[in-house]
């Protein structure tokens, strides 16, 4: 596929693209505002020309790019920055995290003709995409225009790597047009060049993920709140999600239906991927029977209450803190597991299903010292957290272990930093 036949298929695909929004829409209303962003056209809005942007697509780019944002503005306060995302519950993050340092709009779609309405209302320098999102026309038009491009933090699992195959030549000419490519494993770099990067333009930075900040406070009153529940054992069971019609959740509320009949103490904090399924997991819970308690309304789980539903944002560090062992979700489904960096850096034992391609350099790092175990379905999980719940001290060891893995592999914003700084000062 070429570049022309790109933009002729996203033409006609505008229709689609709009329904699309709609239909989210009915589950998460955030998608019904702010569609002139979508399209560059930002009316009133009081923006200025900036000199780099940060493309983050959702809430875990988000996270990972605020440390090398911060680290960016201390280095040079001068600087004016832009955060586009593509969700609303990416766009959420932003102003929470980095306040008004930085400006924040929505990406817009990757038409000709709204990238270049994008790129003249900013006039950027720099523009640093986070780990995979490439589109074809923005890349192109900042080529075109002088803007200099950096992919941060990169990924490419191997089933990415195939579907970027089969438009080869269009992902060849995007990833020649990158100045600078900083990849999170050999892995990630082996993928890319074999994709048709030039391996003088790539280097192995490590995953800037490693570097996330903990947040004192929001562990302290994790803390404050399990000490409320007495102590009560608590297993998370973090950013899970469905596919096809096939809700994790169904898998762990099973895995836990086998584990209350011996621990009727113990709590299951279940946290949705995804805003919109807030309600209907509550309702999956309820069905089969538990106790149910909402952290938007109820915040902590009464001693009768089986289920905390985590239904609120920016709180998965509060969530974690609650827990003695943590399962990570996206891995029952084949979807790739979510972030089990987060979990370890708070030294929690890691459990995931065997969907891994999301963190597969990191999930082999923390298997390999024994700080994450891999089950297959319910009834592995339930036998695994029921033996860690057995086994104290097998806990600590675990946790300890993800830990040490976080620990040994921090320092990739450090990196990224030098190569986005050589960047920009060799920009326009």
């Given at each position: ?8 298929l ?36 009081p923006l ?46 932003v102003p ?18 709204a ?33 200099r ?8 699992s ?18 020649k ?8 494993s ?12 030039p ?11 490693y570097?996330?900040m ?13 000490k ?47 805003p ?35 239904d ?6 509060y ?17 790739g ?37 891999v ?15 057995d ?16 620990e ?15 960047l ?5």
């Amino acid at each position: 596929m070429n570049r022309f036949l790109y933009c002729a298929l996203f033409y006609l695909a505008t229709p689609v693209i709009l329904l699309r929004l709609l239909w989210r829409s009915l589950r998460a209303p955030d998608y019904r505002k702010r569609w002139a962003e979508r399209f560059a056209f930002y009316g009133d809005l009081p923006l200025r020309r900036v000199d780099v942007v940060f493309h983050t697509v959702s809430v875990g780019e988000v996270h990972a790019a605020v440390p090398l944002i911060r680290k960016l503005q201390a280095h040079d306060p001068s600087l004016e920055i832009l955060v586009t995302t593509t969700t609303p519950t990416g766009s959420a993050r932003v102003p929470a995290m980095l306040g008004d340092t930085v400006q924040h709009v929505y990406l817009p779609y990757d038409y000709p003709g709204a990238v270049n309405r994008f790129l003249d209302r900013f006039a950027p320098r720099l523009l640093v995409i986070m780990e995979t999102e490439w589109w074809p026309n923005l890349v192109h038009c900042c080529a075109v225009r002088g803007v200099r491009l950096m992919l941060a933090n990169a990924r490419l699992s191997e089933k990415s790597q195939g579907n970027y195959q089969r438009m080869h030549k269009l992902a060849g000419e995007m990833l020649k047009s990158f100045d600078a490519v900083t990849g999170q494993s050999q892995h990630d770099r082996d993928r890319l060049v074999a994709l048709g990067l030039p391996p003088a333009k790539v280097e192995i930075a490590g995953s800037m993920k490693y570097d996330m900040m903990l947040n004192a406070d929001m562990l302290v009153q994790a803390r404050q709140d399990k000490k409320a529940m007495a102590g009560r054992p608590v297993l998370i069971a973090a950013s899970t999600r469905t596919l096809d019609g096939e809700a994790e959740e169904e898998k762990i509320l099973q895995a836990f239906g086998t584990l209350v009949a011996e621990r009727p103490d113990l709590l299951l904090v279940l946290v949705p991927r995804h805003p919109e399924r807030f309600d209907s997991v509550a309702a999956l819970a309820g069905k089969r029977g538990f106790s149910i308690a909402r952290r938007s309304r109820d915040r902590i789980a009464l001693p009768e209450q089986q289920v905390l539903i985590g239904d609120s944002m920016g709180e998965m560090q509060y969530y974690f803190g609650l827990a003695d062992i943590a399962f990570v979700g996206g891995s029952l489904v084949n979807t790739g597991c979510q972030n089990i960096i987060e979990p370890a850096a708070i030294g929690l034992p890691v459990i995931t299903g065997p969907s891994l391609y999301n963190f597969q350099a990191v999930s082999e790092a923390m298997i390999a010292v024994q700080g994450m175990l891999v089950v297959a379905n319910a009834a592995e999980l339930a036998a695994v957290v029921k033996s860690l719940l057995d086994n104290p001290s097998q806990q600590q060891v675990m946790g300890e272990a993800a830990r040490s893995v976080v620990e040994a592999n921090q320092g990739a914003t450090a990196r990224n930093l030098a190569v986005l700084s050589g960047l920009l000062g060799s920009a326009r």
